[in-house]
């Protein structure tokens, strides 16, 4: 399982690298076409969904690595089953969050799927819009793997006394 987030976190991460390229790229094209008096009305639009995209990814892969949402003071001064279980509240308000994100999420890309950018008719928001569930799920499936974890950690502990 753990190899299987492995990889996840890296499409994740190579997802959301290549977004920070798309978002810089579009931004010099952006000051290039700008300095040379032309102006190009899509980069603005490009430039803050590839943002956008770039950020959720990074969101759920900071969830995956713990960086996220933390009590660090209490992390930090705890030991044992306190911590696990401090741990394990953490990961349960996490669930319960990203669990309203997702259902949210998929109710605003129902919504808001035909709309299109209004700098490139062709392009339909809901390729925005998606990066949201993609977050709050893989933030879910990220967040399960570390409470079994916890819970694997809990039983080894108790086995130990």
């Known amino acids: 399982m753990r190899k299987w987030v492995g990889t996840l976190e890296k499409i994740q991460i190579s997802i959301g690298i290549a977004f920070l390229f798309i978002f810089?790229?579009?931004?010099?094209?952006?000051?290039?076409?700008?300095?040379?008096?032309?102006?190009?009305?899509?980069?603005?639009?490009?430039?803050?969904?590839?943002?956008?995209?770039?950020?959720f990814m990074g969101a759920a892969v900071m969830v995956n690595r713990r960086e996220h949402f933390n009590f660090d003071f209490l992390v930090q001064k705890l030991q044992g089953k306190k911590k696990i279980y401090l741990q394990l509240f953490n990961d349960t308000v996490l669930v319960l969050f990203n669990l309203c994100i997702f259902i949210l999420g998929i109710q605003v890309v129902q919504e808001f799927w035909s709309y299109t950018w209004s700098s490139i008719p062709e392009m339909k928001m809901g390729?925005?819009?998606?990066?949201?569930?993609?977050?709050?799920?893989?933030?879910l499936i990220y967040t399960l793997v570390h409470m079994a974890g916890h819970i694997q950690s809990l039983r080894g502990q108790e086995v130990h006394e």
């Open 24 to 55: 810089f790229g579009v931004i010099v094209l952006q000051i290039i076409t700008r300095y040379l008096g032309v102006s190009v009305i899509w980069t603005e639009e490009a430039a803050n969904y590839s943002f956008i995209w770039a950020v």
């Open 127 to 139: 390729y925005v819009w998606i990066a949201i569930p993609i977050m709050a799920g893989t933030m």
